[in-house]
């Protein structure tokens, strides 16, 4: 008799257990479409079981999906400051409106979607905010074999902000340029034929009067991409500041001709403000 009671529990303790396994699914949505009593309920009131089951990250996760941010912080307090933690912080602090602190926060958490979003709405508003909290997050970022594919996208993109910096402080024009072409070829070191990474770095080392290198960048990026019109623009203006101005006229060409095919407007490379008074001067 005491053998079958034993039976009855252990069962009823399975059932049980099977059952907050299928709820916790269920509120967090990630339940498969079966019929059961907590998945009935998630249905019927998707904020109802999520008070009770998962940790405290999960329950202030669930608490900020639903627009209940002051639980969200609650729960969110008592928490170590690990990556999951500052994530979490990062979108209270955005739900809050305190964009400061929401790229701060993504930061040390290395969420790189997150934070360059708000980055990037910050540039045009606080460049130089923006391009501090980007090298933040490269150096967040850097040191994590994990994430070579984001870390080479922050590095291009400090680049930009760089190269960007420079245009309005001109006397800093220099080091900033120089700035930027390093972050491209950091860029470069862990993804060498990405088509936007080798255009910036050509137009970079042509800004700074490096043509041996721009010349470079653009002949790796038209091998990559051989239908590449920026590419060939590129060798246009790097062959006409060489004084190859027959090879200038054709990469000038080329680049017009392959914008005209792939139904983009056709810029003229003689209008380039860097490289296009040395490539008008072969034209005449």
């Not at 255009?199 to 043509?211: E, F, I, K, P, R």
């Not at 983009?264 to 072969?282: E, K, S």
Request: some cysteine.
């Amino acid at each position: 008799m005491v053998r079958i009671a034993v039976v009855l529990v252990a069962v009823a303790v399975a059932a049980a257990l099977g059952a907050v396994q299928l709820a916790s699914s269920a509120a967090y949505g990630d339940l498969a479409a079966r019929a059961s009593l907590p998945a009935a309920l998630h249905a019927a009131d998707p904020g109802l079981l999520r008070p009770v089951l998962g940790g405290r990250a999960a329950r202030a996760a669930a608490a900020l999906h639903d627009g209940d941010v002051a639980t969200a912080e609650r729960l969110t307090a008592p928490l170590p400051d690990d990556a999951t933690t500052a994530d979490l912080r990062g979108q209270i602090a955005q739900a809050r409106g305190d964009r400061n602190a929401a790229i701060a926060a993504y930061v040390r958490a290395g969420d790189v979607v997150r934070a360059q979003g708000l980055i990037d709405a910050v540039a045009a508003a606080d460049p130089a905010r923006a391009l501090a909290d980007q090298r933040a997050l490269v150096a967040a970022l850097q040191d994590d074999p994990r994430a070579s594919e984001v870390t080479g996208q922050a590095w291009w993109r400090l680049g930009q902000l760089q190269a960007a910096a420079a245009e309005r402080d001109p006397t800093r024009r220099a080091a900033l340029g120089r700035e930027a072409e390093s972050s491209y070829e950091r860029a470069l070191a862990l993804a060498p034929n990405e088509e936007t990474y080798l255009l910036a770095a050509g137009y970079q080392s042509l800004a700074n009067g490096d043509v041996t290198s721009s010349a470079r960048w653009y002949a790796h990026a038209a091998e990559v991409v051989p239908n590449s019109a920026d590419a060939f623009a590129g060798l246009a203006w790097t062959a006409a500041l060489g004084g190859d101005c027959a090879r200038a006229r054709s990469n000038a060409h080329r680049a017009r001709t392959l914008r005209a095919q792939q139904g983009l407007t056709v810029r003229d490379p003689r209008l380039d403000p860097i490289g296009g008074p040395a490539l008008t001067r072969c034209s005449t």
